[in-house]
């Protein structure tokens, strides 16, 4: 079977939050290193447009949005806790917030000189500028509403001291080992804390004894590839076997589906399948074949065409 590639930059949270996770499995993957921001005409083949990062993919299966990346990491790896099905409802919920209204909170906190200036030296002004215009555009249609820069650190510190509290008694945040909350928790302070070089964490030490055990599990067996040898592996595949959904409305039909809180571009397909947490649409392009794209429930709308 293929090993998972995934399609990521450096800088990227939610990238973070996936490599650390095959870093905990200690999984074998492949990278493929994208545009911090669109056109990145080399992924569009796979995933169609959709612009959000990270991608992953699995032969001629590709994965939208971490929610589904992880499910599939779970799986390999035998851990269930690691997918938001594995899991409580109460971990769930503590994701959903965790993964936007305190990431968005994170990010507009660790904004600011120190951040472009380490962002500068990583890529060039010409970026910077190109990736500050993308991000303006972002949010202004962005469908989510986001703490103000002046609320955004309060947000933050409310977080971390919460973290404090659950991290008094045990090393992981619901228990002894880690569940996919750790993993969400953890990319938006590594932000912060790693790449934005901001002292916000400072005054909270078991969130830091916390990072730093979870940055120990380092980010598992990476090998680079090319983009062109992704869509080479996506060519040679055939799209997995898919299970019968609960709901028939729509499959087999030309539709779009796209983020419903930011990132809003369409990807377009015929719809295979309506499973329980997720969308799977068909595709087929002369660089990929026939590919599958994945995308979760939560948070992607459907529209027939
Ligand atoms: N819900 C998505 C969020 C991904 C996300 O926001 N990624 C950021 C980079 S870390 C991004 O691509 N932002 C630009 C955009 O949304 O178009 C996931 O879990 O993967």
Not at 17 to 34: E, H, P
Not at 50 to 58: D, E, L
Not at 141 to 157: D, E, I, L, M, N
Not at 249 to 254: C, I, N, Y
Request: some cysteine; hydrophobic content about 45%.
């Amino acid at each position: 079977m293929s090993e998972l590639i995934l399609h990521h930059y450096a800088m990227s949270p939610f990238s973070e939050k996936v490599r650390a996770m095959l870093g905990y499995t200690g999984m074998r993957w492949q990278s493929v290193i994208v545009a911090p921001m669109p056109p990145r005409p080399l992924l569009a083949p796979l995933a169609g447009g959709y612009r959000k990062i990270p991608v992953a993919q699995i032969g001629a299966d590709v994965f939208c949005d971490s929610r589904t990346i992880t499910r599939e990491i779970a799986r390999l790896s035998g851990k269930p806790e690691l997918a938001l099905e594995g899991c409580s409802e109460e971990v769930r919920e503590f994701v959903r917030r965790t993964d936007l209204e305190v990431f968005f909170a994170c990010v507009i906190a660790a904004g600011g000189p120190k951040l472009l200036y380490r962002f500068w030296r990583q890529t060039s002004l010409m970026t910077v500028f190109r990736f500050l215009k993308d991000r303006i555009e972002l949010g202004r249609t962005a469908k989510v509403r986001t703490a103000s820069p002046k609320k955004a650190p309060g947000v933050v510190r409310e977080h971390l001291a919460d973290l404090e509290i659950r991290l008094e008694k045990r090393p992981f945040l619901f228990g002894d080992t880690p569940n996919i909350a750790d993993f969400s928790a953890y990319h938006s302070l590594w932000f912060i804390r790693d790449v934005a070089g901001s002292p916000l964490t400072a005054p909270y030490p078991r969130v830091n004894a916390w990072m730093d055990r979870i940055a120990a599990f380092g980010q598992g067996e990476m090998s680079s590839i090319t983009p062109e040898q992704a869509l080479e592996t996506a060519k040679a595949a055939t799209p997995r076997p898919l299970p019968a959904g609960d709901d028939a409305s729509l499959v087999g039909e030309a539709v779009t589906i796209a983020p419903s809180d930011y990132g809003l571009v369409p990807v377009s397909g015929t719809l295979v399948a309506a499973l329980p947490d997720g969308w799977v649409l068909s595709r087929h392009t002369a660089q990929t074949g026939s590919v599958q794209v994945h995308f979760p429930r939560e948070g992607f709308a459907v529209s027939a065409r």
